[in-house]
């Protein structure tokens, strides 16, 4: 009996695209069979991160879409992670770990764990982030 496929799942913003969302994608491909990334819409980055992305959510998921790591890429429209799992059936969810051991990552693991899905953590890359790359725009504008 062959094993059961492992459905990964990766959100973010993927805002101005670097090298760290390379990395998550590119590990969280290593980690399963078939890889969704989440990109989460404008409409909840404003209202849970109060920013404005500065590449729009449908061009943002066409980007994303073209990494070669990436099976499928969709629209997140969702500020809670559960009910992407109830939208997409991932058995793997990827997160940075700079969420490993907070009352959110702890939370999401607990969530999860009622459901059969596995947390996998990656180490987050710290030298560039898309708020660094934020500001720095913001210093030219």
């Not at 969280?28 to 992305?53: F, M, N, W």
């Not at 999860?112 to 953590?121: K, L």
Request: proline share 4%; with cysteine.
């Amino acid at each position: 009996m062959p094993e059961p496929r492992r459905v990964g799942y990766a959100r973010g913003a993927y805002d101005l695209f670097h090298i760290g969302h390379l990395n998550l994608l590119r590990q969280a491909r290593a980690h399963c069979d078939y890889l969704i990334a989440g990109v989460v819409s404008d409409e909840v980055l404003q209202r849970t991160k109060h920013l404005t992305p500065v590449v729009p959510e449908l061009e943002r998921v066409e980007i994303v879409r073209h990494i070669q790591y990436v099976d499928e890429a969709v629209v997140d429209a969702t500020a809670d992670a559960f009910e992407a799992w109830q939208s997409f059936g991932f058995t793997v969810y990827f997160k940075g770990d700079d969420w490993r051991g907070t009352p959110k990552g702890l939370a999401l693991e607990a969530s999860f764990s009622d459901v059969g899905v596995e947390i996998v953590y990656f180490p987050y890359t710290a030298t560039t982030s898309s708020t660094r790359l934020r500001r720095a725009l913001e210093a030219f504008g």
